[in-house]
Every structure is written in C-alpha cells, then in structure tokens.
C-alpha cells in the first residue's frame, strides 16, 4: 500500500481545540500547586496525550505511550547522580576559597562548568530519543541507539567554535548540531538525514546580531548631539527633558522589542531550514511558517499571557503543538507495507537532564 502525499492537502493536521485542552491543563495546575510541583510530570505526560491524540499525519492518529513516572525517575537520577555532586563540589569550592587555595577552587568551578556544559548537549540529545521513542504511528515507533556521549562532546567544540570569531558561527554550529541529532535517529526501519545548509541563515543572522550595535549607535549619537546643543537639564528646561525621556523610553521600548524581534526572525529562518533539510526514507519535510507568523504567534501568546495575568501560560504547550503541526509538511511517498517496528533501544526514564536543567520544551 503506498501513499502520495503530494496529492493531499496536508500530511499534519491537528484536531484539538482550546477548550478541549482547559479541561486536562487547570486540574494539572491545580494538582502541581498542591503537590509542590511534584505532579508537573504527570501533567506534561497528560498533556501529551491530548496533543498527540489529535495530531494526525496521513489519515492517523498519533499515539504518545510515555508516563509521568518515567519523567520523574529521569529528573530525580540527574538530581542525585549530577546535581547533588555539583552542589557538593560548589560547597568544597567555596571552602577552598576561605583557606586560600582559590587557584584550586576555580579549577573545580572550571571543571563543574564543563560538565555541565556537555551534559547540557547530552540532555539535548537524549530529549530528542525519548520523545521519539515513545511517539507511535500505525504501531510504530522511533528511537536512536545511540546515548548521546559523542553529541554531548560535538555540542561543547561546535558550540565554543560558533562563539568564537564574536558570534558569527553560530548560525553553522546549531545547524551542524540539528543535523547531527537528527541523523542519530530513526522511525520504524527507516533513517532520518538532516542535510540542512547554514549559509543561507547568515543575512538574517546578521540582521539579528546588528540590532544592539545599531541601538547602541543610535543612543551614542542622540547623546552627542545633545551635548553639542549644550543639553543638560537645566539649559534644556522641561521641554528638553521630556524629549528626553521619551528617547529613553523609546531605546528602552526598541531594545526590548526590536531584538525579540529581529530573534524571532532568524529563529523562523533557522527553523524553516533545517526542517526543510530533513528526510526519512521517501518522505521530505517543511516548515511553512514565516516570520510574520512567528512574530505574530509570539506578540498574541504575550498578550495571553499578560491579560489573564500569567493564567494564560498553561495554555503555551497547546498552543505551541497546535503552531508547529498546523505548519508542518511532508512530501513524497511512503509505503506502508515497508514499515516495521523500530528495533532501537527504549528508555526506562524519562527527560531527566533536560528537565533538570529546565531547557525542555514540548
């Protein structure tokens, strides 16, 4: 049985609604207030089960079997096999210092910033096996058998390497790491590839990096024309002083809007590419979301937010879910018949690093 999909009007659709949603995320809210935040791994686990229930790719529903205790096991093992080594290494640092062997004490600090920084890319990577090994369709699931150690040394070169000419090889060092996750994993029998190209992300990247120099430039310029004037408060009078005030107010309104921004829209850039360079067997992937649409998703969920003053914040992974399948494309031809079940390695806990390290996301 094969499958066209460029003859159909979208691989991904989504088929959940808001309301829908409010009736799993307030008693979650609730529960996470009562239980100190214990319960939150069980309300990520329901959550997911909604989302996925109704997320259909090619004319199925997709099916999430992880449970809130896998994600809890995996948050306490990275609290008393990393973060509770870490808080005792601080505390001998800090004794080293008061005896005055601070040479020593920052090269533990050193020491305990490195590990942290490569088990940071191995939460990374190991986020992305988990959530692929417990999403089913038609049966089947995807997974990697690979522990991620090797990534979790590529994320500290490839990152220190994309900071270190001022920044500029960042946009190459996260699509080198997206690619190399990415060909990590797999669905069923198949293999993903991530090809995904970093130059074309660089005029936007730029667009990005220029911002703060540009408003500080502006502020520099707007200084010295003032003190040329022979602008100081007292010569200006109160008319000076308000224009004053309102270039303050606009540099502070600019540097907190316009980087968000012009973020945004590398980040939609970025997304957009390296989703455009994934494949799994005959399949080819894209995301259409542009940047209006990302800055507009961002301003309505800020709005949300603001107006129901934070309650509206249970409602981001709804939200964010609905953003990306409602976006997501696939092309090509899958034959079903093909597709047998993934023989990787599964798990027994869960997100525990990235959730540790509060980088997860849904």
Request: glycine residues 10%; contains cysteine; hydrophobic residues 50%.
């Amino acid at each position: 049985m094969n499958d066209d999909l460029s003859h159909r009007h979208s691989a991904f659709r989504f088929h959940g609604s808001w309301l829908e949603f409010a009736r799993i995320a307030f008693p979650n809210l609730l529960l996470t207030i009562v239980t100190l935040g214990i319960y939150r791994f069980w309300a990520t686990t329901r959550e997911r089960e909604y989302l996925w229930s109704k997320t259909e790719f090619i004319d199925e529903r997709l099916e999430w079997t992880g449970k809130g205790i896998e994600l809890f096991v995996g948050f306490v093992m990275a609290f008393l096999l990393i973060g509770l080594p870490l808080i005792v290494i601080q505390l001998i640092s800090q004794g080293l210092i008061f005896r005055g062997e601070s040479i020593l004490a920052v090269v533990m600090t050193l020491m305990m910033f490195l590990l942290l920084f490569y088990l940071t890319g191995v939460a990374y990577f190991r986020a992305l096996r988990y959530r692929l090994s417990r999403t089913y369709w038609r049966g089947i699931r995807g997974g990697s058998d690979d522990p991620g150690f090797q990534y979790g040394l590529a994320y500290m070169w490839k990152s220190v390497v994309g900071w270190l000419p001022i920044f500029l090889g960042v946009p190459w060092s996260m699509i080198s790491l997206w690619n190399d996750r990415w060909n990590a994993m797999s669905f069923g029998p198949h293999r993903f590839s991530a090809t995904a190209e970093w130059k074309p992300l660089m005029k936007r990247y730029l667009l990005f990096y220029l911002v703060p120099f540009l408003l500080f430039i502006g502020a520099v310029v707007f200084g010295i024309s003032m003190a040329a004037s022979g602008g100081t408060p007292g010569t200006l009078g109160s008319t000076g002083i308000a224009i004053g005030a309102i270039f303050a107010i606009v540099g502070v309104l600019s540097f907190y809007l316009f980087l968000p921004l012009a973020a945004l829209a590398y980040y939609s850039k970025y997304f957009r590419l390296a989703v455009g360079g994934l494949r799994l067997h005959n399949l080819e992937f894209d995301f259409r979301a542009r940047a209006p649409d990302w800055i507009l998703f961002f301003l309505s969920n800020m709005a949300i937010v603001i107006c129901t003053l934070g309650i509206g914040y249970i409602f981001m992974p709804y939200r964010n879910w609905k953003f990306f399948i409602d976006h997501m494309e696939a092309y090509g031809e899958i034959n079903i018949d093909d597709l047998t079940q993934s023989e990787t390695v599964v798990a027994k806990h869960g997100e525990g690093l990235l959730d540790a390290f509060d980088v997860g996301a849904i």
